[in-house]
């Protein structure tokens, strides 16, 4: 057999076997990709109610703070004593109110073992419409970390330590607005003459 004809056997033999293994071996199997759903944010007032109108934290120890905003949609200062409030410290409270994290939730755990059956803190927080929320701020969890509370919808859940120390600080300082202190006025003090004034003669005494 001629030398040309074996070698196109041999690549005949070659493309038929090629041939043969793809049309024969197995079409993959679809491969289902699941993709892990992002991790859900909750946090502890609903952001459909708005930004607060009102914020009132209550103590155990009966400490109490209140602002609210007036008719003008101003802050004013309620409580302990009512006068004008710092708006900035004000808005910054409500803006603080409204970011309150959920770190997690714990099911079925006995309010009286995390402060909670009598609350440390209550927060009370008004929202337009007339719409009020009530959340219970129990003791620190175990890592430091956080608090334990009680939301408004009645779940034990775990919030950020520095975001309601935050919070509280208000209690131990009230967002007065800042008036500024007089000066005081300056008294003039009179200056010593430098001319002597004339000595006041004495009576001669008589002779007996």
Partial sequence: MRSSTIAYLIVLLVALGAYYFINSREEPADIAITLEPEDIVTYLFNAED?????????SKTGEIVEVAKNADGAWE???PLEAAADQ???DAAASQITTLR????IPDLDLAIVGLENPEYTLVIQFPGNVERKASIGVITPTENGYYALSPDGD??????????????????PPYLETPTPSPTATETPVPSSTPEP??????????
């Avoid at 708005?50 to 209550?58: A, K, L, Y």
């Fill in 50 to 58: 708005g930004i607060p109108t009102g914020i009132r934290i209550e």
């Fill in 77 to 79: 200062l309620i409580q």
């Fill in 88 to 90: 900035v410290a004000a």
């Fill in 102 to 105: 959920i770190e997690d939730t």
């Fill in 156 to 173: 034990v859940v775990v919030l950020s330590k520095a975001a309601i120390d935050s919070l509280l600080n208000l209690l131990h300082n």
């Fill in 199 to 208: 000595a006041t003669p004495t009576p001669a005494t008589p002779q007996p």
